[in-house]
């Protein structure tokens, strides 16, 4: 069979893997030879697997996977609207990074936010819009809807922590900006589908710097040109630029932190099923909280579980049932009503969530 090169935004559920891949620090995650499932998706986008290697498929296969869930989402007048209220933010998005990215300082942030809050007004609360945000991902253009999509999250997530309405604001937008870096890294590094080699890697990574760099005269909170700084350092002092460590890290630059790995996570494309955020949040709890901010990260997990609670799952042995009861301890492991049966996920090692229905 032919193998062709994939970006993990382009994984499906079903693929299989034509050549071991590895993460950036030489650890093999997925061997030649497996059925990719979203489990595993999901672990390349936790580790930043730019790309992989997968045999060719027939097409019309892989299009009878489209899943009914994010059709039907899709299809709803509710959808309909707020893509439209969603595309035309991006637009306005694009023009003004432009602008920052070339030097000009003025920059109209209360349109830019007056923009942002018709999108979130646009969905009645936090569930809708992070299900939105789901069906909304076809696009090429990531840095524009990767912004915009981490500043609604970061949105969210401020009433998720009860912020003030000035602390919402910066934080919605160190959530819009902290990427802007990305602008002035070469188009073909950031939209390259393979591996990236050493140096295209550092040269993505200083978008950070390049970020701050292109905010720091700007009259905005210090703390919106930190997350451009800041929102790759990780807790543990794993991340970049400068391998800060928790009590280094500025506040809002974990919040960002947080959401921009959801977004990365969780986004979609044109030829995959909708994502099951259990299995995104598994891979939280399994490993994030050495890396980001515990106290925001179980608020986070915790409050995106709650918007699970009451909807439908099909069980990876086929049966299908009710999320009935979220596990504070087992995040991602709830308790699922079949019938008259209660299945306790985090005491059946052996049965997971496949798909929300
Ligand atoms: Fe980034």
């Not at 990074?97 to 646009?122: C, H, P, Q, W």
């Not at 994502?275 to 909280?289: A, L, Q, R, T």
Request: charged share 30%.
């Amino acid at each position: 069979m032919e193998a062709i090169r994939i970006r993990t935004d382009q994984a499906v559920s079903g693929m299989i893997v034509a050549a071991d891949v590895y993460t950036s620090n030489d650890q093999l995650i997925i061997t030649k030879g497996t059925r990719l499932d979203e489990r595993m998706i999901t672990k390349l986008r936790f580790y930043n697997i730019s790309g992989l290697s997968v045999y060719k498929r027939d097409p019309i296969e892989i299009n009878n996977q489209e899943e009914s869930y994010l059709e039907k989402l899709r299809n709803t007048p509710e959808f309909k609207k707020f893509n439209r209220t969603y595309v035309e933010t991006i637009s306005e998005i694009e023009n003004n990074f432009y602008k920052m990215a070339n030097g000009e300082s003025e920059v109209d942030i209360d349109n830019l936010l007056k923009e942002t809050d018709r999108i979130l007004n646009e969905g009645r609360s936090g569930i809708h819009i992070f299900e939105m945000l789901h069906g909304i991902r076809d696009y090429d253009d990531m840095t524009f809807v990767h912004s915009l999509n981490v500043s609604l999250i970061c949105s969210v997530f401020a009433g998720w922590l009860k912020m003030s309405k000035e602390e919402t604001r910066i934080v919605t937008l160190a959530g819009l900006f902290h990427d802007i870096g990305k602008m002035l890294v070469p188009r073909e590094i950031i939209a390259k589908a393979g591996k990236l080699t050493k140096d295209e890697y550092e040269e993505v990574k200083l978008h950070t710097i390049k970020g701050f760099q292109v905010l720091k005269n700007m009259d905005i909170d210090v703390r919106i040109k930190y997350a451009a700084l800041m929102h790759h350092e990780r807790c543990d002092g794993s991340g970049y630029p400068n391998g800060f460590k928790s009590g280094q890290i500025d506040n809002f630059s974990k919040i960002v932190a947080i959401a921009d790995v959801y977004d990365a996570m969780t986004s979609n494309r044109i030829y995959r099923k909708a994502i099951c955020p259990f299995d995104v949040v598994e891979s939280f709890e399994k490993e994030g909280f050495i890396k980001f901010d515990p106290g925001y990260l179980m608020v986070f997990l915790e409050r995106i579980m709650q918007c699970y609670l009451h909807n439908k799952v099909r069980l990876s042995d086929g049966r299908e049932g009710e999320v009935v009861m979220i596990n504070k301890f087992a995040l991602s492991k709830p308790v699922i009503r079949c019938g008259d049966t209660f299945i306790d996920l985090s005491k059946e090692h052996n049965l997971s969530i496949d798909t929300i229905l």
